[in-house]
């Protein structure tokens, strides 16, 4: 898909149609996780720093990412992927490879390009977002021939043209040589994927070791025999946070900790896994990360023993200094469960500790406890009847909302106790700008509508 957050972006919010759209974190350490083509004319880029982005293109619109949306997009673009194939294996929410043999749809070049051309139309009607498709007789061939096409272009590679069409391509085309690399080569003279082959494959094993140059050097050549696998199963599970300002005090630490081992067991459940190491990242005040797991006897999925376990790793780390950057993550993945007989979790000790207070106590009233929802009995504790102070609700650029009066719509902006919204919604033309408190009790936050098709 082509430039897949920003597309969508553009395609649900029809005053940013053709409009450079940048989605990241928008805090000051946020980084841009896609731009818009119209943005890209600017020198914006995945993985910047959101403040570059910002000077470059100071008149684009920066939007949080809303990724139950592109979820979604991304479920209705692999349902058209698996009725060509069984042999599906997606890479991300916007990319796959298709073994299209295997679905009995194409057997040569003519074949392959009308199923490729006959799916790009049909992403393009159901989504309205446009797609690039490479065709090829390799994954790498495949995914280069992709990249060459966009955007919203097609590219099909015939087989014994491979070389002639690498070799004047920059080495930077080839899957897996990043910026360390690429430099590298470029100190040995080495720029282009012709000249990457000439070299040979012992002179790239001396530069940059043997596993790294020997498929350097297979890549040069055009050659990859890995099949499509239908189904990848995921190794591990994590969040993480990277916070504007250092965190220095200790508890306010342990506290994002214990919040993102629960965000990382929701997840977690949420793909059907438990796991048995737990790890904890920590990138300090000087981008020094440190990792450090603790691997337990059985898998657990158990929000109080992952947060038990992350909180026994940070009693290892030294804080002093300041944290940029918290993780937690869950690895050695299973479909099941194994219950610990000998860690019982804090959790369940405490309550085995309030059920031993309460036998001592025979004889005294319990306290009543309020049920959810908010009241209790009403021989209860008193509520203070002082009036408390609402936290300000925030409103971040690009969310969802809906209006009791003017409907759906979407954040521009906020600050100042006013949040600017724009009431459109997609398949709808540009829609008016207004204002309101941001305590306005007609206002609330909304769940992402579902894109229409065709918007071109």
């Known amino acids: 898909m082509d430039a897949f957050y920003a597309s969508v972006e553009q395609a649900s919010k029809p005053s940013l149609r053709g409009k450079a759209v940048i989605v990241g974190g928008l805090g000051p350490r946020g980084v841009v996780a896609t731009a818009s083509y119209e943005a890209r004319r600017f020198g914006v880029h995945s993985a910047m720093p959101m403040g570059q982005a910002r000077r470059l293109c100071p008149n684009g619109a920066y939007l949080i990412p809303r990724f139950t949306l592109y979820r979604q997009v991304s479920d209705i673009v692999m349902a058209m992927l698996r009725e060509l194939s069984p042999l599906v294996e997606p890479l991300s929410l916007d990319e796959a490879f298709v073994d299209l043999e295997a679905g009995g749809v194409a057997f040569d070049s003519d074949s392959a390009r009308a199923t490729g051309e006959r799916l790009r139309a049909d992403i393009r009607a159901a989504t309205g977002l446009s797609g690039s498709v490479g065709l090829a007789g390799s994954k790498m061939l495949a995914k280069v021939a992709s990249e060459e096409a966009k955007p919203a272009g097609l590219l099909l590679i015939e087989p014994g043209t491979e070389r002639e ?4 391509m920059s080495v930077r085309t080839l899957p897996g040589v990043g910026p360390a690399t690429g430099e590298h080569l470029r100190r040995a003279g080495i720029t282009t994927v012709g000249e990457l082959a000439e070299a040979g494959e012992d002179e790239l094993v001396r530069m940059v070791g043997r596993a790294h140059g020997a498929g350097l050097y297979r890549m040069a050549l055009g050659l990859d025999d890995r099949p499509v696998v239908a189904e990848r ?7 993480e946070d990277t916070f504007d300002v250092d965190l220095h005090d200790r508890v306010r630490i342990r506290g994002e900790v214990q919040r993102l081992a629960d965000r990382c067991v929701r997840r977690l459940r949420g793909s059907g896994h438990s796991g048995r190491t737990i790890v904890l990242k920590v990138r300090r005040y ?20 992952v947060r038990e376990a992350a909180a026994r790793l940070l009693e290892a780390v030294d804080t002093t200094g300041g944290v940029r950057l918290l993780g937690v993550g869950v690895t050695g993945l299973a479909d ?14 405490a309550e085995a500790e309030a059920a031993e207070h309460e036998d001592d106590g025979a004889g005294g009233a319990a306290e009543p406890e309020a049920t959810v929802g908010g009241a209790g009995p009403s021989e209860g504790p008193e509520r203070s009847a002082e009036p408390q102070e609402a ?6 650029a ?15 902006g906020s600050g100042v106790g006013r949040v600017t919204v724009r009431f459109e919604q997609p398949g709808s033309e540009p829609g008016r700008v207004r204002t309101f408190r941001v305590d306005d009790p007609d206002l609330a936050p909304s769940d992402p509508l579902p894109l229409v098709g065709d918007l071109s």
Do not use: I, M, N
Request: charged share 25%.
């Open 336 to 349: 099941y469960t194994q219950e610990d007989l000998f860690a019982q979790s804090s959790a369940a000790e």
């Open 398 to 412: 690009g969310s969802d909302v809906r209006h009791v009066l003017y409907g759906p719509g979407w954040v521009q």
């Open 391 to 396: 936290p300000e609700r925030r409103w971040t």
């Open 165 to 168: 069409l690498l070799a004047p």
């Open 286 to 305: 000087d981008f020094s990360t440190l990792t450090r797991s603790e691997t337990l006897r059985g898998p657990t999925d158990d929000p109080a023993v």
């Open 233 to 239: 199963d995921a190794k591990s599970v994590s969040v």
